[in-house]
């Protein structure tokens, strides 16, 4: 079919899962069982696990109840009384062993939440995320609706028309800049265990080489710069920070290796 396709903005909900659930699992001795149900408010035809139930088996097959691991949940975005489909997320808040009437303290989970100003931007195919995916709490809506503007911006030569020629392009964009402040909301922050201890989890944004990321040459290449691999500046940003900003970083010469192949001073 001939013609020329115009922008096509492609954000399927996703909402309806098929799943494949795994039953059981058989030792020569243990057979494993898993127990589903279909109760969930956050997908439809979603599934949970209930619990895992753990039995011996003898020479004929038999099995004896041993044990098992009850999982409990409730939901992530209660409070907002907006679209549950789009906006609710399943969340495990502990496991606990069970036999018989004997039970054992829990396991609980807390998690990192996010600011409430910015719990409106969480729905699940909003374009408030990071080139990775995790949240961060831009507002990349276009004519209002969220569920648009992933593209980030271009600045750069393309080819236009087809006829070889070529043009610098200067596009807005969606921010997707990773965001350390946003990009744990939903996340495990903290295991309680059933002796009393417990486990914090801390995490770190994402990190890339980019020499002109955030406009950081203004003016392009710093002064003196006559295209040389050998053209080595000593930057005067702090080296922790260069060292963890650019992997590549250099504290001898306080330069990173760019997209171009080249080294440029961290903080010029």
């Not at 599934?47 to 999982?71: H, P, R």
């Not at 069970?98 to 600011?115: C, D, I, K, Q, R």
């Not at 409430?116 to 195919?125: C, F, M, N, R, V």
């Not at 053209?231 to 992997?247: I, M, N």
């Amino acid at each position: 079919m001939a013609g020329t396709e115009g922008t096509t903005y492609s954000n399927d909900p996703g909402q309806s899962y098929m799943n494949k659930t795994l039953q059981s699992i058989d030792y020569a001795n243990v057979q494993v069982q898993f127990s589903f149900d279909g109760v969930r408010s956050d997908v439809q035809g979603g599934k949970k696990l209930n619990n895992i139930k753990i039995y011996s088996k003898d020479q004929t097959g038999t099995l004896k109840y041993l044990k098992e691991q009850q999982f409990f949940y409730s939901y992530f975005n209660t409070n907002l009384g907006l679209d549950t489909l789009e906006f609710l997320r399943l969340r495990l808040d502990s496991v606990k062993e069970v036999s018989g009437t004997n039970s054992l303290p829990a396991y609980t989970f807390a998690y990192n939440m996010p600011a409430p100003a910015q719990s409106l931007l969480l729905g699940k195919h909003y374009s408030s995320v990071d080139h990775w995916g995790f949240f961060n709490g831009k507002s990349n809506a276009v004519a209002g609706n969220n569920s648009l503007g992933f593209l980030p911006p271009f600045n750069g030569i393309a080819s236009i028309g087809g006829q070889g020629n070529s043009t610098l392009l200067d596009l807005p964009g969606a921010n997707r800049d990773p965001d350390s402040s946003f990009m744990k909301a939903f996340s495990l922050s903290k295991v309680s265990y059933p002796t009393g201890g417990y486990t914090y989890l801390d995490y770190d944004p994402n990190y890339y080489d980019d020499y002109a990321y955030n406009d950081y040459y203004d003016d392009g290449y710093p002064a003196g710069y006559v295209g040389d691999p050998a053209y080595v500046v000593s930057g005067g940003a702090d080296p922790a920070y260069c060292a963890q900003r650019y992997k590549s970083y250099d504290p001898a010469s306080g330069t990173y290796l760019g997209y171009d192949g080249l080294r440029h001073p961290c903080g010029q």
